[in-house]
């Protein structure tokens, strides 16, 4: 989980999350690296896992400007800016991310605008508790958006 505001902020400035066209009507269910961790744990340590597949995201659907609220909330003043794909992708490369990146965030945006990103309750089943919320996520992290950038 990350917003661009840490990677990106020239874009846009430093109080502001960028993200690409389509992006405030995309809705995904984050999943947080720790559940992402402790599922991996299981799948590697428990033979029962083998040979099966799990889709692994938070449990709840926000879209990018709720996100970027959600990291607000976490103590960082923030508003979130439509930015042109192009400026996007410009960012992207620029903090050094490969070729291929930002096509596939981008594309994963405009679809998801069209119809939510998948939702699955695999990480309550298989770690018997909730997904974190990403709201905790940011609450957690709330030093690494303190700065205005990394």
Known sequence: M???????????????????SSSR????????????AAVAVLALTRPRHAGRTYLLTGEQSLSQPEKVAEIGEAGRT????????????????????PDEVPERL?????????????????????????ARAYATWASEHHADFAGGGS
């Open 2 to 20: 990350h917003c661009a505001v840490t990677r990106f902020s020239s874009i846009v400035g430093p109080d502001t999350c960028a993200s690409g």
């Open 25 to 36: 009507r995309s809705r995904t269910s984050t999943v947080d690296e720790r559940d992402v």
């Open 78 to 97: 923030l508003s979130f800016v439509e930015a042109a794909p192009e400026e996007i992708r410009r960012g992207m490369l620029a903090a050094g991310l």
């Open 106 to 130: 981008l594309g994963s945006l405009a679809d998801y605008a069209r119809e939510a990103g998948p939702t699955s309750d695999d990480v309550r089943r298989l770690l018997g508790r909730p």
